[in-house]
């Protein structure tokens, strides 16, 4: 008797009310930089996907990031792992590499192979793969990170979107893509006439050839499908969360997934698929907005940061000058060890007055020793949450409230450990999720283990998460 049969007797006998509602179709959709008051703000005006989550589904009304930094790689990381970056090791959508001296991009390897090997745990994809190996398994973005994080080790397919090729593409960690994949096109929108909108509209071209090519929900094992849409992150970033163009995004993705949800009733059979959304982070006020004059938002720019940071530290350590700081991708911020240790200075008394140099630049609220625990206060432990040693800073710092550090002529920005970053949305909606509202606390690291338990899987949590029992029926 296989593993997989074995698995389907245990949840028979352990969960009988489940064993009848393992849908034939999991479809994980996750809206990068979506906010959880945009559900509130326009589901007035949802006709599509939107409206059947927002009405027939779990809502969980408090979900939040549960560490620091908001951010896209992480946040998929999150999703799909289950667990803390503490745990999957993906503390940024970059950190700095100590023994090569270069920056790490978060799914880029050796010879900038891009795939899933910086992860440092399994997927909920991985784990359905052991379980059922027949089990499809698809993951598509616009973004290769958001890909390859959800689509884990084992993907029969991972697919993003290359500018300079001007198609999808897959690397030669995963199968090999079927050719008709080069020919996705779109007719009305170009890459460079509305970037957030091309992103979308064309995944969503993708996502139909793919449930039109593959036998996804065409029996009963279970299959998996991932996407992750990238518009409403560009539009944040250009726009801000209260812009004209943020609203016209939310109501795209509203629209595409009322169509893709129709596809899926052709291929699956009305009842048997099962629909999962979340958000990796959300996003700041634009400084000079309504809401960005409320929270007294503004933005330094990243040479100015970086110029007052250098200052202070030669201001405090003269025999070592800035060269003793070899990075900072925000929160985390590096120093040569080699450097402080030439200069006769003792690392850990280096460490102690440095925190008290860098929290008197401008735009910053604190700095913590994660390792040491210090300062303890009510956002230490998300910093803690997020950092691995090896990966994460000697130092991480917190921004005030409504300071964007930026490296472009974005509007606005996310990464921080404030609701407006870190409130995002969850609603689980199928054959075996009831329909209301939940005020439960809830974190996107429940996703997997929700998921898991609906999927008839097993899986062990992570740290933090959980399976969100109260929405299953």
Same mark, same amino acid.
């Given at each position: ?56 589904? =779990? ?20 999703? %799909? ?21 270069? %920056? ?56 993003w979107f290359d500018d300079k090729k001007n198609h999808f593409v897959s690397s030669h960690f995963y199968p090999a893509v079927p050719a008709w994949v080069e020919k996705v096109k779109i007719n009305d929108e170009s890459p460079t006439k509305n970037p957030a909108i091309f992103a979308d509209k064309i ?15 065409k029996d009963d094992i279970p299959d998996f499908v991932a996407v992750s849409f990238s518009g409403t992150d560009f539009a944040g970033h250009a726009f801000g969360p209260d812009s004209p163009e943020m609203k016209t995004q939310i109501r795209l993705i509203d629209r595409i997934l009322g169509r893709i ?16 959304? =979340? ?43 800035? =060269? ?16 402080? %240790? ?23 609220? $604190? ?9 303890? $206060? ?67 690291? $429940?996703?997997?283990?929700?998921? =898991? ?6 899986? %062990? ?13």
């Open positions: 008797m296989n593993r997989r049969v074995l698995t389907f007797l245990f949840f028979l006998l352990v969960f009988p009310l489940l064993a009848f509602a393992v849908p034939k179709v999991t479809l994980l959709v996750v809206v990068d930089q979506m906010r959880a008051d945009y559900l509130t703000r326009f589901s007035g005006e949802f006709t599509g996907g939107l409206k059947k989550l927002w009405d027939e589904g =779990a809502v969980f009304e408090n979900t939040r990031v549960p560490y620091v930094p908001s951010e896209t790689a992480p946040g998929h990381a999150a999703i %799909s792992t289950g667990r803390l970056p503490s745990e999957n090791g993906i503390v940024g959508n970059r950190w700095w590499g100590r023994e090569t001296g270069k %920056s790490v991009n978060a799914v880029r390897g050796k010879g900038g192979l891009i795939g899933p090997g910086n992860l440092l745990c399994e997927t909920l994809t991985d784990v359905l793969k052991k379980e059922s190996p027949q089990s499809l398994i698809l993951s598509l973005s616009y973004k290769d990170r958001t890909a390859v994080l959800l689509g884990g080790g084992k993907p029969d397919l991972a697919l995944l969503e071209t993708l996502l139909f050839k793919i449930l039109q090519n593959f036998p996804v929900g949800f129709l596809q899926l009733e052709k291929n699956a059979g009305v009842g048997n698929f099962s629909v999962i959304l =979340a958000s990796d982070h959300g996003v700041a006020p634009v400084p000079g907005s309504k809401s960005g004059r409320k929270i007294r938002a503004r933005s330094i720019p990243w040479p100015l940061f970086q110029k007052n940071l250098k200052k202070a530290l030669s201001d405090a350590f003269p025999a070592v000058g800035p =060269a003793v700081l070899s990075a900072f991708y925000a929160p985390n911020i590096y120093f040569d060890r080699r450097v402080v %240790s030439q200069s006769g200075l003792n690392w850990e008394e280096f460490l102690e007055k440095t925190r008290a140099v860098i929290k008197k630049c401008d735009g910053v609220a $604190d700095v913590y020793d994660p390792k040491k625990g210090e300062p303890k $206060d009510e956002y230490l432990p998300l910093f803690q949450a997020g950092y691995k040693d090896g990966r994460s800073g000697d130092l991480m710092v917190r921004l005030q409230k409504g300071v964007l550090v930026k490296t472009n002529t974005s509007k606005s920005s996310h990464g921080s450990p404030y609701d407006y970053d870190r409130h995002v949305p969850l609603i689980f909606w199928g054959p075996g999720f009831k329909t209301g509202r939940f005020s439960e606390p809830a974190k996107i690291i $429940d996703v997997a283990p929700t998921a =898991a338990r609906i999927m008839g899987i097993e899986w %062990s949590p992570g740290l933090e998460s959980r399976a969100l029992q109260e929405a299953i029926k």
